[in-house]
């Protein structure tokens, strides 16, 4: 079995020698790492994908916006999740982010989810009938998991979703009473050794 950081080093410099700078293959290096490690195909699909590009014609995108349309041809994944990863704090104000026509979408999701620790929430992934929860960089959790994921992708949208409670307020507030058995009752004999209580001075 290969390790990650085996993984990462030969993804950095196979992306170099496919022609992205040394900047953008480091990333591509750290995100192929990732994917791997959450069990989803990056090596395959990084492959298939740098196959590809001898043959067709791929789009960047170097500014996100809310609503992203390719010209011509669809966009590469690796420079829209750069810029994507770059322009996060920007991008956090926007509810949901589209774009499409993305080719090889499952290379973008490392990139997000890396996003998603920046800005300390998580971010929701929908295309084709795939969806992704993005975790903070923790996790990437899915509907659909050993699959054989799309070349193209028709929509992608990214929903950053607002911090909440996975639990409600009562479910809360039983836990917090519980919780109440365990506090001590507070008496002078408590005071008296309480940190910064003392008499005595040592200095």
Not at 41 to 64: P, Q, T
Request: charged residues 25%; contains cysteine; proline residues 2%.
């Amino acid at each position: 079995m290969k390790s990650l950081s085996e993984i990462e080093t030969t993804t950095k410099r196979a992306s170099k020698a496919a022609g992205f700078s040394w900047g953008v293959a480091e990333e591509v290096g750290k995100s192929i790492r990732l994917l791997e490690l959450f069990g989803l195909a990056g090596i395959k699909n990084l492959n298939e994908y740098f196959k590809s590009r001898s043959s067709k014609k791929f789009e960047n995108l170097d500014l996100v916006n809310e609503n992203n349309t390719s010209n011509k041809f669809p966009f590469c994944p690796i420079i829209v999740g750069v810029s994507f990863l770059d322009q996060i704090r920007s991008l956090k104000k926007f509810n949901k982010i589209t774009f499409n026509e993305i080719s090889y979408p499952l290379l973008i999701l490392p990139f997000l989810s890396r996003s998603s620790e920046i800005i300390g929430k998580k971010i929701h992934v929908k295309f084709d009938n795939y969806e992704f929860l993005l975790n903070l960089n923790v996790k990437i959790s899915s509907n659909l998991f050993n699959k054989d994921y799309p070349t193209i992708a028709n929509i992608v949208e990214i929903i950053i979703l607002d911090n909440e409670d996975n639990f409600s307020d009562q479910d809360w507030k039983s836990l917090y009473k519980l919780s109440e058995e365990t506090f001590v009752e507070e008496t002078d004999s408590l005071k008296q050794g309480a940190a910064g209580a003392g008499l005595t001075d040592n200095d």
